[in-house]
């Protein structure tokens, strides 16, 4: 039990559920109850195939092409620095058209902060460390307890949002939530640095 304890902690602070709800909340702005909760759960059906998809095969698969963990942990890194610095130079409040048009990729800087390289480094140490059978079970425990709480609080979140405020708030806010994202890659990479160049 402890095992498991361990892992949904672990994975809840990889995921981090807060800041995906409140990166939520902004692509929540001006829709419909029924699209949010659409959007949040295409966000955490995305988020938990990628992360199960992870657990299942991603450490044969880095072994096939020769990559380390650490590698991948550096190359995801410079991803989400890329994806904080698109979020950060801002937009101008899109009309409710445009957001309509626009929400694949309005959630796309959300799903690559929940299945973040860190995140699927996590799962892969995870699906190694614990596996029964060949069957990554805690991890696969672990990524659907973490997902179905992100997807509660970005349910709250998105509630929080009342009707079309947008403008200046929204701007700054978006700017903020980037400048985690890119902080976030940041450490990622050179984590994977750090470890990578110690071994």
């Given amino acids: 039990m402890d095992q498991y304890a361990q892992a949904i902690f672990t994975m809840l602070s990889l995921i981090n559920p807060v800041i995906c709800g409140a990166l939520f909340a902004q692509v929540a702005v001006g829709k419909s109850r029924e699209a949010q909760i659409g959007d949040a759960t295409r966000t955490a059906l995305v988020v938990m195939t990628i992360l199960c998809f992870a657990a299942l095969a991603g450490a044969p698969l880095l072994r096939v092409f020769g990559i380390s963990l650490d590698a991948f942990q550096v190359a995801g890194g410079m991803v989400l620095v890329w994806m904080g610095l698109l979020m950060m130079r801002g937009t101008s409040s899109p009309t409710a058209k445009e957001k309509a048009d626009d929400t694949e990729a309005s959630l796309t800087p959300l799903i690559l902060f929940a299945a973040s390289p860190g995140t699927i ?54 700017r903020f939530m980037g400048l985690i994202v890119l902080a976030m890659g940041v450490q990622f990479a050179l984590k994977g640095l750090k470890t990578f160049f110690s071994v």
């Fill in 121 to 174: 480094t996590g799962v892969i140490t995870l699906s190694v460390a614990h596996s029964k059978a060949g069957i990554p079970v805690t991890a696969l425990v672990a990524v659907a307890v973490a997902l179905a709480l992100t997807w509660v609080l970005m349910i709250v979140a998105a509630r929080s949002v009342r009707g079309h405020k947008q403008g200046l708030m929204h701007d700054v806010t978006t």
